[in-house]
């Protein structure tokens, strides 16, 4: 495959709706998904009973997907014009205006649920067969067995309502706060302003010195606006805990719902994490020698190793990706070199754009967008290939019902993350050197690191605060100190400081859509590591495989897709310990190259 080349390193916005966030377009999809809303509505207002369900079913459910799709479609755009620039203000009014119109779907799906629940189990899946829909059964079930949890629809219309102003208005006012945040920084000589995303990357440069200056005022800008991030973080953990307490929900019984996952297998997860991560110590306590130290640093974990740390141009990065994909899936390399051509890849580092990185979907136009800010480190190719797979798993379930599509964060991060191995074990093979190969295993063994320590610091630090914000309103001070408590646990005291305000300085803590958007990370993380092990074993047969399982998704828990496609049972400890032995086999070689 060869691609043409310069790329676009912004993306093509104006083939999904023409002229930005001016758009008239648009304004004229909006004004008909209203409308489509409202008679979506009204179809519902009636009390309505089995009978009238058996009758209404296939309108319904057909209406429903449509709904859902467009407003998928509207969101993204919203999101992607605010992520572009983040003084967009125009982006961030149509971005409420979607919520908007979100929550009034959500109030017409809780009379569709009181529908379903007034029909029998075995006779609402009845109906979907007769009515030729059985490609959409678990979805429909699923949502009738979460519907019996919820109140009433009244009640629950409410709670959306007040979600606007109230949930995801603060969700929203985070996402201002940062948009407002400035860096100081100097380049040649000359002082200039950075904006989150760009120091971020400040963050993992080469230079100690660099590394350093940037933490502090990483620090110090994150620290001045501590009390409305707290305030911020309160509030939508409050908001949450009141609408836990009236359905009777306990504070992990809706990420877990929505990942499709028992508790029992995220406990089992943590477990043998617990106990393995003491195996990647050797590995920071090597990585501390290197670098001159005693012990690393919070900044210092994903700071390169050595001088031989290769930096990439965009293209360079994007031909490298789309070879080492061909080589092991065909399928995704054409999807990848469909991507970088077309200008669905936002990668430019500039000024105004929100930090992270991530990939959204338009499931109207079938098509996806990346978002990132692109440096050239190795870091910065090995994220363009997570988000990669992610629009790849999307793009193979194109063809099914919308509510077949709605997989959940955890198996999302399982095809983002299995790229990600792709391309990293590629780059090792690929190394030009000694130095260069103990750079991208360092590189490699830094992303163990995140998913055993960064994200069970999350995880930890998240749960235990939801515990205390149910006594009452919890200070920044007091944030601080958590943060660093569940830092030093996870990082099993091998760092000699932390991050205080970290808490405040991940987008995950404040997002409404998707709580406790932690622990899917590190799911991910090792069934991918399940998969990546079976992609070596059979080659380009692999492909197939891992398509049927992407397509699985949207219709199963994530226990019954491992047993179906790679039989194994996820509540046992032993899938996690060959996982995590995967990991690990670098470290072996990491250390004795290092010696």
């Not at 509207?74 to 605010?82: T, V």
């Not at 994150?222 to 911020?232: K, N, S, V």
């Not at 949450?240 to 992990?252: A, G, P």
Request: with cysteine; proline share 3%.
């Amino acid at each position: 495959m060869t691609l043409n080349h310069p790329l676009p390193q912004r993306w093509n916005l104006d083939r999904i709706f023409e002229g930005g966030s001016a758009s008239e377009s648009f304004q004229a999809f909006l004004s008909e998904l209203q409308q489509d809303l409202n008679t979506f509505a009204g179809m519902l207002q009636i009390e309505g009973s089995a009978e009238q369900l058996a009758q209404q079913l296939e309108p319904l459910t057909d209406q429903l997907q449509s709904l859902q799709s467009r407003l998928l479609e509207g969101i993204s755009f919203a999101d992607c014009l605010s992520s572009n620039d983040m003084k967009d203000h125009q982006a961030v009014r149509l971005g409420s205006k979607m919520k908007e119109l979100l929550a009034e779907y959500e109030n017409a799906l809780n009379r569709f649920d009181q529908w379903l629940l007034k029909t029998e189990a075995s006779q609402l899946k009845q109906l979907l067969a007769d009515a030729g829909l059985s490609d959409i059964t678990y979805p429909v079930m699923e949502r009738r067995e979460w519907a019996a949890m919820k109140l009433d629809a009244d009640k629950e219309a409410l709670i959306q309502d007040l979600a606007l102003d109230g949930y995801h208005g603060w969700a929203e006012h985070y996402n201002t706060i940062v948009s407002r945040l400035s860096f100081q920084w100097e380049e040649d000589g000359k002082p200039v302003q950075l904006s989150a995303g760009q120091a971020a990357n400040k963050l993992g440069s080469k230079e100690e010195a660099v590394r350093s200056r940037m933490f502090a005022e990483w620090e110090r800008v994150w620290g001045e606006h501590a009390d409305l991030f707290a305030d911020t973080l309160n509030r939508v953990a409050g908001y949450r805990l009141n609408m836990y307490k009236h359905r009777n929900w306990e504070v992990l019984q809706e990420p877990l719902h929505m990942n499709r996952m028992s508790e029992q297998t995220l406990q089992v997860m943590w477990q043998v994490i617990s106990e393995q991560k003491s195996r990647f110590l050797p590995y920071l306590e090597r990585k501390a020698k290197l670098l001159g130290k005693d012990k690393l640093s919070w900044v210092d974990v994903d700071a390169p190793v050595g001088e031989a740390s290769k930096t990439y141009s965009y293209d360079e990065a994007a031909a490298f990706i789309v070879a080492q994909f061909g080589k092991q899936m065909p399928k995704l390399a054409t999807f990848a070199e469909m991507a970088f051509e077309e200008g669905w890849i936002e990668a430019e580092d500039r000024s105004g754009k929100r930090p992270g990185g991530f990939c959204t979907s338009f499931p109207e136009s079938e098509e996806t967008r990346i978002f990132m800010t692109f440096d050239g480190s190795p870091s910065n190719v090995s994220t363009l290939a997570h988000e990669l797979g992610h629009g790849f798993h999307q793009y193979v379930m194109d063809d099914l019902p919308p509510l077949a599509q709605n997989y959940a964060m955890n198996v999302a991060e399982t095809a983002s993350t299995l790229a990600e191995w792709i391309v990293s074990d590629a780059a090792v093979k690929a190394a030009d050197s000694e130095e260069e190969r103990i750079s991208l295993l360092d590189e490699k063994l830094q992303r163990s690191v995140a998913f055993y320590m960064n994200i069970h610091a999350r995880f930890l630090f998240e749960t235990r605060f939801y515990e205390k914000r149910k006594q009452g309103v919890v200070s920044a001070e007091e944030l601080n100190e958590w943060m660093m408590v569940a830092q030093r646990e996870a990082y099993a005291d091998a760092l000699q400081d932390e991050h205080p305000h970290f808490w405040a300085s991940k987008l995950h803590f404040y997002l409404t859509d998707v709580p406790f958007y932690n622990f899917p990370y590190t799911f991910g993380y090792l069934f991918s590591a399940g998969l990546y092990a079976e992609a070596e074993k059979q080659g380009e047969a692999f492909e197939e495989r891992y398509i049927a399982l992407l397509r699985d998704t949207g219709i199963m828990k994530v226990e019954d897709l491992a047993m179906k496609h790679l039989g194994v049972d996820l509540t046992h400890p032993g899938f996690w310990e060959a996982a995590i032995a995967l990991t690990a086999r670098d470290l072996d070689e990491f250390l004795a190259l290092t010696q």
